[in-house]
């Protein structure tokens, strides 16, 4: 198969990229979306701090209401504290929206570098809009809708999970690599023409923040360096160098 699909949906799905990327040059595909979970990446303790900081205001303030025998006071810092923790819980699940995107764009590169070694391959990356799971991605990528990879035509596509993943060893050489069943497309996905790179600096721009390698590639070729900074520094700098007029 030579149209792959990674999902990254939790942080386990990070431990074996190493050997996922090995897998995937031995088979060679054609292209390889990398789709991802909004929060992968995202340091929980960067979204929780505030409330991490209440909880433990709330805590102290009952425990000294405890020493001072007042037990009723006591009582509705217990509620309070309760109400933080849901509070919490909350923002584990959605808190990723909270943080600059900036930053969300700096822990995604930490794993979407893994596949740069991929080309000439194609490589897309996909951000999720909503955090999903294993048990539902099917359901989630038959609601993409237009947002389907154009890259992934239908019904020659197949889902390689990073997990299970055979060693890449020198019998390679000789032996065909084994080859993933192929996955048919969801219902709502339809088969589209492979993405044209846009002639106009906006479009351009656009096209960089969907495609990391395309971007990767063009910086590398025009010499912007991209190590510590903001995505939409590095893609100003090369519309800039590839659009004088437009910048």
Known sequence: MKHILVPLLVA???????????YLKAIQPLSVVVLHNPSLGVSAENVTNEVDQQIAELTKAKNDA??????????????EIEAAKMKRADILRDGWNSVPVEERERAYRNF????VSLDPVYVEQVTLTEDTTHDNLLVTL????NSWPACLPSGRW?????????????SWKTQPAPVPAPVAAPAKA??????EIPTDAS???????????????AAKELNVP??????????????????????
Do not use: C, Q, T
């Open 190 to 195: 339809e088969e589209k023409k492979p993405v």
């Open 12 to 22: 386990a799905d990070l431990l074996n990229l190493k050997a996922l990327v090995a």
């Open 203 to 217: 479009g351009r721009a656009d096209y960089y923040r969907r495609f990391y390698m395309s971007m990767k590639k």
């Open 66 to 79: 405890k020493e001072r025998d007042d037990f009723a006071a006591a009582g509705r810092f217990v509620d």
């Open 158 to 170: 197949s889902i390689v999970s990073p997990h299970g993943i055979p060693d890449v060893s020198p």
């Open 112 to 115: 979407i570098v893994e596949f």
């Open 226 to 247: 991209m190590d510590g900074r903001p995505k939409e520094e590095v893609i100003a700098d090369i519309i800039a160098k590839e659009f004088p007029k437009a910048a």
């Open 142 to 145: 038959a609601n993409m809708g």
